[in-house]
T-cell receptor, first 116, second 105 residues
Framework: NAGVTQTPKFQVLKTGQSMTLQCAQD?????MYWYRQDPGMGLRLIYY???????DKGEVPNGYNVSRLNKREFSLRLESAAPSQTSVYFC???????????????FGAGSRLTVL | GIQVEQSPPDLILQEGANSTLRCNFS?????LQWFHQNPWGQLINLFY???GTKQNGRLSATTVATERYSLLYISSSQTTDSGVYFC???????FGKGTLLTVNP
């Protein structure tokens, strides 16, 4: 199993350019997430999707859009990139357990984005 | 939303030493998880520990939900333990800023 796969791993953009980060999971999880990681800030939630067809804002959604294309795929789009969006982006997926109450996340390897 | 405070922010150990990492939470704890981010950036789930104590090899974790904190113990540390340790709580996981652990040979 590949788990959670993110593409691309690295990307350099100029201010104002657009791009989409792709994420796919093969664990049949219902929920998917996008986080960003900045030095000294930990991981902050951008958007999440509790199930196919639904998306909700997280802590830092401004400047981003998401699409839950199907159960496997959750993409993050930057319409007009800004230097403040230079970061490492992580996609994650999870499946809530009614039995245990656990919602354990599995993360992808990350995508490093630099906006000049 | 919930605030998560991790301490210490940085920790340097000699191989073989023991350490304790702590997370304090501003609100009720649920779905609490510990992760290790290795020097290559990969995030690995260590524990799902909403309450009580769990052990996995040299690592163990304890959560006292009534007092809103969790501890991660690393015994006989190895250089491969180096990296950043994160704790997170709530369904969508709100994370702390992490503890950077460096284990020197």
């Amino acid at each position: 199993n590949a788990g959670v796969t993110q593409t691309p791993k690295f990307q350099v953009l100029k201010t104002g350019q657009s791009m989409t980060l792709q994420c796919a999971q093969d664990m049949n999880h219902n929920s998917m997430y996008w986080y960003r990681q900045d030095p000294g800030m930990g991981l902050r939630l951008i958007y999440y999707s509790a199930s196919e067809g639904t998306t909700d804002k997280g802590e830092v959604p401004n400047g981003y859009n998401v699409s839950r294309l199907n159960k496997r795929e959750f993409s993050l789009r930057l319409e007009s990139a800004a230097p403040s969006q230079t970061s490492v982006y992580f996609c994650a997926s999870s499946e809530f357990s009614l039995h245990s109450g656990a919602n354990v996340l599995t993360f992808g390897a990350g995508s490093r984005l630099t906006v000049l | 939303g919930i605030q998560v405070e991790q301490s210490p922010p940085d920790l340097i150990l000699q191989e073989g030493a023991n350490s304790t990492l702590r997370c304090n939470f501003s609100d009720s704890v649920n779905n609490l998880q510990w992760f290790h981010q290795n020097p290559w950036g990969q995030l690995i789930n260590l524990f799902y520990i909403p309450s009580g104590t769990k052990q996995n090899g040299r690592l163990s974790a304890t959560t006292v939900a009534t007092e809103r904190y969790s501890l991660l113990y690393i015994s006989s540390s190895q250089t491969t333990d180096s990296g950043v340790y994160f704790c997170g709580s709530n369904y969508k996981l709100t994370f702390g800023k992490g503890t950077l652990l460096t284990v020197n040979p």
